[in-house]
């Protein structure tokens, strides 16, 4: 590599800390006013610079990578899922791809452990009673939720972000039941008395509390299809930080509207940010705008990770976090 700086075009605002390093380093465009880049200015981004960070909102398509230019080399996404690039397209112009995993995991984790509590213990509901006035003294049988202790939980994806969920849930005695392509360690399953389920349909007609977290590919694409949510027990409570796609949200609106099942909760959406209007009106359904991943170290952390994925392609070695087609 010459000594030139990479021109790196971000995507969006990042953290000021993880932006003032990337001037530093990079002969970066950065995004200061963080409107999302329109089609044409992606198409433009991709035709000019050698590397390009985008995120979750920018959609990086065979068709955008047609217009990338002979200097385009890596998609430094800020972000560990990549269902939002085509990274077999990218990979087949010699368009490296690389993602920010490890770093969010507790911070997803936590942020799931909330949704469990904030639907079982009715969290919102209680506090929306509270800001209208509407509390007026304390009764024996108001506002009861349903009891964490002793549930079972079953976990779809065992992956570092559903290993750190059973962690927790363990902490607040829920049983751990998982769902995953394969059992994870011997290890790792005594530490968390974890019972592996190889069948799905099983496992999700048996928890009280279900919760996603495989990446989204073409294989977990709508994964809880209407005929799989059928299967949910009346009392169950559905929770999803992963990605919208991997739910049939009609399917999941209908149910819990017609109370087939006892509640959600939401972080991420099929059509994002558009949200099934049913949802909207359920009291049953806690809703959240994509805040997984949103804390300030963790977002710093993300960059930090960008910035290293970049630094080492420009160093010639590989970089740490390169997402391959197989991997997917
Ligand atoms: C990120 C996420 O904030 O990393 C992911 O896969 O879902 C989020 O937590 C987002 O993707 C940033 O691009």
Excluded: C
């Amino acid at each position: 590599m010459s000594a030139r700086k990479p021109k790196v075009i971000v995507t969006r605002k990042l953290p000021d800390p993880v932006e003032t390093r990337m001037r530093e380093l990079f002969d970066a465009e950065l995004n200061l006013t963080d409107a999302p880049m329109s089609r044409a200015a992606l198409e433009d981004a991709v035709g000019r610079a050698d590397v390009l960070a985008p995120t979750i909102t920018d959609k990086i398509d065979a068709s955008l990578l047609d217009k990338a230019g002979e200097r385009l080399k890596l998609i430094a996404n800020f972000g560990a899922g990549v269902d939002h690039i085509d990274v077999a397209a990218a990979n087949a112009r010699g368009i490296a791809v690389t993602n920010t995993p490890g770093v969010l995991t507790e911070d997803t984790a936590d942020l799931t452990m909330a949704l469990i509590m904030a639907v079982a213990r009715r969290i919102v509901e209680g506090a929306h009673v509270v800001e209208q006035g509407g509390f007026t003294g304390w009764t024996p049988t108001w506002m009861m939720g349903r009891r964490i202790t002793g549930k079972r939980l079953g976990i779809i994806g065992m992956g570092r972000i559903g290993q750190a969920v059973a962690r927790r849930a363990k902490a607040f005695g829920l049983q751990i039941h998982y769902h995953n392509r394969k059992p994870v360690s011997s290890r790792i399953s005594e530490e968390l008395e974890a019972t592996y389920w190889e069948s799905l349909d099983q496992m999700l007609a048996r928890a009280d509390i279900i919760t996603v977290h495989s990446p989204h590919t073409p294989a977990t694409y709508h994964l809880l299809s209407a005929r799989r949510l059928k299967l949910l027990q009346p009392h169950a409570i559905l929770i999803n930080t992963a990605r919208g796609e991997i739910i049939d949200e009609q399917a999941l609106a209908d149910l819990l509207e017609k109370g087939a099942i006892a509640g959600a909760g939401l972080d991420v959406f099929e059509f994002e940010p558009t949200i099934n209007p049913k949802l909207l009106k359920l009291p049953t359904a806690v809703l959240l705008p994509h805040m997984g991943s949103a804390t300030l170290e963790g977002r710093i952390d993300m960059g930090e990770k960008v910035i290293i994925n970049i630094r080492t392609w420009m160093d010639g070695h590989k970089p740490p976090d390169r997402v391959l087609p197989q991997m997917l």
